[in-house]
């Protein structure tokens, strides 16, 4: 429903709401439209016995509906019969005279029909669409209230791992495992709460990542380094959004815990734009100028936790993930992936080669 439209049932609500308004609508129409004929009467002399009574059914119909609109109808065939029509001012009719007046109510009745049922259609559409909306707002409210409890849900997770670390404190290798399952919910529920923030709805993925790098890097209290996000004006759905987020997020981790010293200052790029354009192939880089990879590291021998779940985001993008030292002397992640419909982020395993 059309702004202009709703405007137009607003106009003729208050006739239609109340009858009689139409009823005197029609009557104050049709005499008009008489005194109208009257004057012209000189000018348009037998020839058009009719023409200034269908602006008056017309307008009446639309304003009052099907009642006022016939009513109109009929007193202006009655008029236009006795005054306009030879004889005048007779009731008597001729041959020519009784065709006229037989397709003249035809027109009239045609007339009042089609208009009262677009109106009524309107009627009935700008209804749906009140209704509509107010499902739409429902729904709206609905799915964010989901979200932030999926997000709340996810902290509590994080919380509970967080206890069980402090419990198994004598097993290193399950302490590093909790912590880096804490970290990860940690972070996929501050990416929810970013994502379905209403306030987020158009923003583009560039300045929605660089506050999610921000944010991560302040909650991590490394404050003293700084990230920066160079992405061109792109959009993508949530499941992509996600999957790249975490992707971004796990990398920078990556940096902070070893490529720089404690509270070294350093500095992450992180980079996306499109490499191809057919078919479209995005390149997204993640860069830190600190102590670097050996040139020896390959990726697809490294058994670390963080570098599988960083392989597995990639697959998931229906990429390959690669990383090898700057040109800067510090680390480049890099992965290549296609503009294709994204596999689920949650349905991949991580794998150590």
Request: glycine fraction near 6%; aromatic fraction near 10%.
């Amino acid at each position: 429903m059309t702004a202009s439209n709703s405007s137009a049932l607003r106009l003729v609500a208050p006739f239609r709401n109340k009858p009689w308004r139409g009823y005197a609508f029609a009557v104050g129409s049709f005499t008009a439209a008489l005194g109208a004929r009257f004057g012209l009467d000189d000018v348009l002399a037998d020839g058009f016995p009719f023409l200034t009574f269908f602006p008056a059914i017309v307008l009446s119909t639309l304003l009052g509906g099907r009642g006022p609109g016939a009513a109109c109808a009929c007193v202006s065939v009655f008029a236009a019969w006795y005054w306009f029509i030879e004889p005048r001012n007779s009731l008597d009719l001729n041959a020519n005279g009784a065709f006229a007046m037989g397709f003249f109510a035809v027109v009239a009745a045609v007339d009042v029909w089609v208009i009262d049922l677009l109106t009524r259609s309107l009627q009935s559409l700008d209804a749906l669409q009140r209704r509509t909306d107010e499902l739409v707002v429902q729904r709206t409210t609905l799915f964010h209230e989901l979200q932030h409890r999926v997000a709340n849900n996810l902290m509590v997770v994080a919380t509970s791992l967080a206890v069980q670390k402090r419990r198994l404190k004598h097993n290193p290798e399950a302490v590093e495992a909790l912590e880096t399952a804490r970290h990860s919910f940690e972070v996929l529920s501050r990416i929810h709460r970013r994502l379905y923030d209403p306030a987020n709805a158009n923003v583009a993925f560039g300045p929605y990542l660089q506050a999610l790098c921000n944010d991560f890097l302040g909650a991590a209290d490394a404050t003293h380094i700084r990230c920066t996000v160079d992405c061109p004006q792109l959009t993508f759905d949530a499941d992509r959004s996600i999957t790249l987020s975490l992707f971004v997020l796990e990398a920078v981790t990556n940096a902070v815990k070893h490529a720089f010293d404690a509270g070294q200052a350093g500095q992450i790029a992180v980079r996306l734009s499109p490499e191809t354009m057919r078919p479209v192939e995005y390149v997204l880089t993640v860069e830190d100028n600190g102590r670097g990879v050996p040139r020896t590291f390959d990726v697809n021998q490294s058994e670390r936790l963080g570098m599988g779940i960083m392989k597995g985001f990639a697959r998931a993008l229906g990429g390959q993930i690669a990383i090898a030292a700057s040109e800067t002397g510090g680390t480049i992640v890099r992965v290549r992936f296609p503009e294709t419909q994204l596999a689920s982020p949650y349905r991949f395993r991580p794998q150590s080669q």
